[in-house]
Nanobody, 117 residues
């Protein structure tokens, strides 16, 4: 049974930084694509960043502030978040896919990020 576990969320002041981590267990496969989504209260879940075969994608709202990277350990992914803004407040979810395109196969439970002004 595949599980994705996120960590690193918390409360930070505007302008601060956080680093989210996600580790997958239970998979014999190396996920081709991993990503981070977020969902703010009353809003739809949105893709923040993804990485596949070294190619990264960022939502316009986080470009230049967030960096996604894969870890040396199999099926780990990080999201370095700098210059955080109150509008970055959301639950952040890790996602993993076996293929380079299409839907994500697995999701984490989410970690809360709160940015105070």
């Amino acid at each position: 049974q595949v599980q994705l576990v996120e960590s690193g969320g918390g409360l930070v002041q505007a302008g601060g930084s956080l680093r989210l981590s996600c580790a997958a267990s239970g998979s014999i496969f190396t996920f081709n694509r991993m990503g981070w989504y977020r969902q703010a209260p009353g809003k739809q879940r949105e893709l923040v960043a993804s990485i596949s075969d070294g190619v990264t994608y960022y939502a316009d709202s986080v470009k230049g502030r967030f960096t996604i990277s894969r870890g040396n350990a199999k099926n780990t992914v990080y999201l370095q978040m700098n210059s955080l803004k109150p509008e970055d407040t959301a639950v952040y979810y890790c996602a993993a896919a076996r293929l380079a395109a299409g839907v994500y196969d697995y999701w984490g439970q989410g970690t809360q990020v709160t940015v105070s002004s």
